[in-house]
């Protein structure tokens, strides 16, 4: 069974403070690993889709990356519009997208 | 471009009555799927649409059901509601090319059941 696991459950950071969510994952036959944001109340928000060990995507203050077991998202500098719940999904195969449990990120100015 | 598109925002029903969720998919996105998101737990799977077709099914009573239009438009149907069906249920659309596939979801339906 495709599992997927998010740490930390919730981030507090200082404006400026970088520092990195973790996604690790077990799935069969990686087809891609997604990023999104979700702001309270809303649907989430497409950030980024890895698709290979090593691959790297970048946007503004985010930068994702992989590996054959994990998945970092990379928060340079961030600031209190950063705020909001990470969630990460995998997708094995002809699946549908199996979702992490998110990391709530509160940036504080 | 439009995005994906969920109908109604909010939605209120008694308990046992029925409730109709509909999503319009984002143009040339023939993938459909539907997820539930409960308070404070993570979003969970719900049915999977492509191509008018029934694709996948999680682990939900059949008494949650759905059907993708020819136009790709799908609906949720939720009989015999619960309590415990209340929740936000968020549509997503995708589409694969050249073996990149994006999903993009709708603002979502919040559906109260008291």
């Known amino acids: 069974e495709d599992q997927v696991t998010q740490s930390p459950e919730a981030l507090r950071l200082q404006e400026g403070e970088s520092s990195s969510l973790n996604c690790s994952y077990t799935v069969s036959g990686l087809r891609g690993l997604f990023w999104y944001r979700q702001d309270p109340g809303k649907g989430p928000e497409f950030l980024f889709t890895l698709y290979s060990a090593g691959e790297e995507k970048e946007k503004e203050r985010l930068k994702a990356t992989l590996t054959k077991k994990e998945s970092f998202l990379h928060i340079t500098a961030p600031k209190p519009e950063d705020s909001a719940t990470y969630l990460c999904?995998?997708?094995?195969?002809?699946?549908?997208?199996?979702f992490g449990k998110g990391t709530r990120l509160s940036v504080i100015a | 471009e439009a995005g994906v598109t969920q109908s109604p925002t909010h939605l209120i029903k008694t308990r046992g009555q029925q409730a109709t969720l509909r999503c319009s998919p984002i143009s040339g996105h023939t993938s459909v799927y539907w997820y539930q998101q409960a308070l404070g737990l993570g979003l969970q799977f719900l049915l999977w649409?492509?191509?008018?077709?029934?694709?996948n099914r999680g682990n939900f009573p059949p008494r949650f059901s759905g059907r993708q239009f020819p136009n790709y438009s799908s609906e949720l149907n939720v009989n015999a509601l619960e309590l415990e069906d209340s929740a936000l249920y968020l549509c997503?659309?995708?589409?694969?090319?050249?073996?990149?596939?994006?999903?993009?979801f709708g603002q979502g339906t919040r559906l109260t059941v008291v």
């Open positions: 999904a995998v997708q094995a195969g002809l699946t549908p997208l199996v």
């Open positions: 997503a659309s995708s589409v694969e090319f050249l073996g990149n596939t994006e999903a993009f």
């Open positions: 649409y492509d191509e008018g077709e029934e694709r």
